[in-house]
Nanobody, 125 residues
Framework: VQLQAFGGGLVQAGDSLRLSCAAS????????LAWFRQAPGKEREFVAA????????SSANSVKGRFTISRDNAKSTVYLQMNSLKPEDTAVFYC???????????????????WGQGTLVTVSS
């Protein structure tokens, strides 16, 4: 499966932004999807994940209550709605996929074999 993330940009603290990740070349509904992010000089970190049918979701404590992951299997797209953005959210955001029709969601980058190219989110104070 090929993934393409888009929707990043420059916003101010407190603003909202929605990232999208479109998939092609695979059976989208067979994959669990996740968003990760990587800030300059830091390791890639887990943001949120969603099961193949959307029934199971997981998110990092740092974004709980602010970010929401969702998916539209008919459009082969996964979304990350980001509200109340903070300067510390500045990072390149990546979408990732793994064939998984269970409810267990992984939080480590190595668990995901397929990655999009990343989209930069910059939050100014």
């Amino acid at each position: 499966v090929q993934l393409q993330a888009f929707g990043g940009g420059l916003v101010q603290a407190g603003d909202s932004l929605r990232l999208s990740c479109a998939a092609s070349g695979g059976t989208f509904s067979s994959y669990a999807l996740a968003w990760f992010r990587q800030a300059p000089g830091k390791e890639r970190e887990f943001v949120a994940a969603i099961s193949w049918n959307g029934d199971s979701r997981s998110s990092a404590n740092s974004v709980k209550g602010r970010f929401t992951i969702s998916r539209d299997n008919a459009k082969s797209t996964v979304y990350l709605q980001m509200n109340s953005l903070k300067p510390e959210d500045t990072a390149v955001f990546y979408c990732a996929a793994v064939p998984n029709k269970g409810s267990l969601l992984h939080r480590t980058p190595s668990s995901y074999p397929y990655w999009g190219q990343g989209t930069l989110v910059t939050v100014s104070s």
